[in-house]
């Protein structure tokens, strides 16, 4: 199983940034997939997930900026991210859960992971 995320870079405050993850050796349309985030010398955070009936879940700071979606035929999950804040700053990853539905944002649900794009945003 492989997750390849893509599509990080530098922005300025206001700006937007759309972030891809390719996966492969799984179907992620039957998998709650998810991004998550970290920022320097913090725990990694949940961002967003999508369940198998596209069904998406937000953490409350990013509800309203950014956007979670899957492209099926091309196993690949999305994050669209826009009005970006210096507090969006973190390596996002994309993961893959155990199950089809989105229980919970917790770590521990997610069995695949990748290897992080990173995202800055500059004042």
């Known amino acids: 199983v492989r997750l390849v995320e893509s599509g990080g870079g530098s922005v300025q405050v206001g700006g937007s940034l759309r972030l891809a993850c390719v996966v492969s050796?799984?179907?992620?349309?039957?998998?709650?997939v998810g991004w998550f985030r970290q920022a320097p010398g913090k725990e990694r955070q949940p961002v967003a997930n999508?369940?198998?009936?596209?069904?998406?879940q937000y953490v409350d700071s990013v509800k309203g900026r950014f956007t979670v979606s899957k492209d099926n035929p091309k196993n690949t999950l999305y994050l669209q991210m826009n009005s970006l804040k210096p507090e969006d700053t973190g390596m996002y990853y994309c993961?893959?859960?155990?199950?089809?539905?989105?229980?919970?944002?917790?770590?521990?649900?997610?069995?695949?992971w990748g290897q992080g794009t990173q995202v800055t945003v500059s004042s």
């Open positions: 993961a893959a859960a155990t199950f089809s539905r989105c229980y919970s944002f917790a770590i521990s649900d997610y069995e695949h």
């Open positions: 999508i369940d198998v009936n596209n069904i998406a």
């Open positions: 050796g799984l179907t992620s349309s039957n998998r709650c």
